[in-house]
């Protein structure tokens, strides 16, 4: 393992990744999927050490987008920038859908914020009450 032990990313997660981009009859060995797991910690590491620099050098406190995709093409891995646009506009995109449907609640609820917010309180109280007996 690593130097840094606490670092790790779900086996499920590496798993779906695999089972996803390979054909299904290839199998891995446990050793394998160890090393996979290193460099994709690694490689993450690097990217966020990257995109930290950047962001730094612009006097920013917070990595965004842009520091991220600069940090991708600073690593010599610039073919990669088309894709990761398009799936940060996807992401752009869902958030919006997000909102507008959280809106859309909040408006054919009928209610006001405090009103919603006491039939929150009180179902938590509800809730507490089933849990204790």
Do not use: W
Request: charged fraction near 30%; proline fraction near 2%; aromatic fraction near 6%.
């Amino acid at each position: 393992m690593s130097e840094n032990e606490d670092l790790s990313l779900p086996r499920a997660t590496v798993q779906k990744i695999l089972t996803e981009i390979l054909p299904a009859d290839v199998v891995f060995t446990k050793e394998t999927k160890e090393a996979l797991i290193e460099c994709c910690i690694n490689f993450i590491m690097i990217v966020a050490t990257e995109s930290n620099d950047i962001a730094e050098q612009d006097l920013k406190k917070t990595i965004s987008t842009d520091h991220v995709i600069r940090a991708i093409e600073s690593l010599g891995f610039g073919y990669y920038i088309p894709v990761l646009e398009e799936f940060v506009e996807s992401c752009r995109t869902n958030a919006k859908i997000k909102e507008k449907r959280k809106a859309s609640k909040f408006v054919k609820s009928g209610l006001t914020e405090e009103e919603l917010l006491a039939k929150q309180q009180e179902l938590f109280k509800a809730s507490r009450e089933r849990l204790n007996k």
